[in-house]
């Protein structure tokens, strides 16, 4: 389900940009958008950082 569009920063390159806001498995969590400058899939919402380890795992599952 797409909630909008939020801004998301790429752990790889710090580059913040906005991207869909997609509901990751029914949960509070994004699908993580592959960063427009680096291609990489490690990035997260800003609003998120503070579930860092949380994504980490989700990157994993993502590779
Ligand atoms: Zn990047």
Redesign the pocket.
């Known amino acids: 389900m797409i909630r909008g569009t939020t801004l998301f920063i790429?752990t790889?390159?710090k580059?913040v940009f906005l991207a869909p806001d997609i509901e990751y498995g029914a949960m509070v969590y994004s699908v993580p958008m592959p960063?427009k400058?680096?291609g990489?899939r490690r990035t997260l919402p800003v609003l998120q950082l503070p579930y860092y380890a949380v994504y980490k795992k989700i990157w994993k599952t993502m590779e």
Do not use: Q, V
């Open positions: 790429c790889k390159c580059k960063c400058r680096c990489s």
